[in-house]
């Protein structure tokens, strides 16, 4: 068997049903849960001599909203972390107002800035 770099398949829901696949490997997959369906593709693709790590990204209108609003989270925390940090606040400070952790403060402190696309 190959072990071949990681696989990322993305599954979308089809009624009761998870399903994906892994083109370049001729191998698709289906289960009733995620995990089962992760299971269904690793068997698939050990049929055809591959073993690697699998990642599913589910797909669907919903998710695609949730992890958009997910990063505008992300870029408004960090916002917020960098302000409040230029104006002196304590990484205790900067927890407490923004709900976050401090080790997560610290971590957004620590991360260099990078410019968000405009849109």
């Known amino acids: 068997m190959k072990k071949a770099k990681a696989i990322e398949s993305r599954a979308t829901r089809h009624a009761d049903t998870w399903v994906a696949s892994v083109p370049q490997h001729g191998v ?13 593709l690793a068997q698939g693709l050990a049929l055809v001599g591959v073993t690697t790590e699998i990642t599913l990204v589910p797909i669907s209108p919903e998710l695609e909203r949730l992890r958009r609003a997910e990063a505008a989270y ?28 401090t080790a997560r403060v610290a971590a957004l402190r620590s991360k260099p800035k990078t410019r968000r696309p405009r849109k």
């Open 74 to 101: 992300e870029a408004a925390l960090a916002d917020a972390v960098t302000t409040l940090t230029a104006h002196g606040g304590t990484p205790r400070d900067i927890a407490d107002a923004t709900g976050v952790t």
């Open 28 to 40: 698709y997959g289906h289960g009733r849960t995620l995990r089962a369906l992760h299971s269904n």
